[in-house]
Nanobody
Framework: QVQLVESGGGSVQPGGSLRLSCAASGNFDRIYAMGWYRQAPGKQRELVATIRNGVSTNYGDSVKGRSTITKDHAKNMMYLQMNSLKAEDTGVYYC?????????????????WGQGTQVTVSS
């Protein structure tokens, strides 16, 4: 009913930049918040950045000052611009969204995840 599709991952050298995109589609009424999380090999999934109501942002300590999260409300798209990339930024980046939708006669708020996009930072 709701799909999140990430794009923009790839391989980049240290110090480089990447722009990740996440497209939300399907049957829903409102997106309350969207965010990026990443998981490195052998590590737990961690917060990268979130954006709530299109304006309120929050960043993980490891990316503060190097990343910018934005949302295009009209297109149901979210973006993550990452600069000055480091080897420790390597991992699978997942898009997450908190979405509200009518399911029959009930309005429900649910959490959705994309399949992930690989980011590799290496020389």
């Amino acid at each position: 009913q709701v799909q999140l599709v990430e794009s923009g991952g790839g391989s980049v050298q240290p110090g480089g930049s990447l722009r990740l995109s996440c497209a939300a589609s399907g049957n829903f009424d409102r997106i309350y918040a969207m965010g990026w999380y990443r998981q490195a090999p052998g590590k737990q999934r961690e917060l990268v950045a979130t954006i709530r109501n299109g304006v309120s942002t929050n960043y993980g300590d490891s990316v503060k000052g190097r990343s910018t999260i934005t949302k295009d409300h009209a297109k149901n798209m979210m973006y993550l611009q990452m600069n000055s990339l480091k080897a420790e930024d390597t991992g699978v980046y997942y898009c997450n969204a908190e979405i509200g939708a009518w399911r029959g006669v009930t309005f429900r708020t649910e959490d959705y995840w994309g399949q992930g996009t690989q980011v590799t930072v290496s020389s």
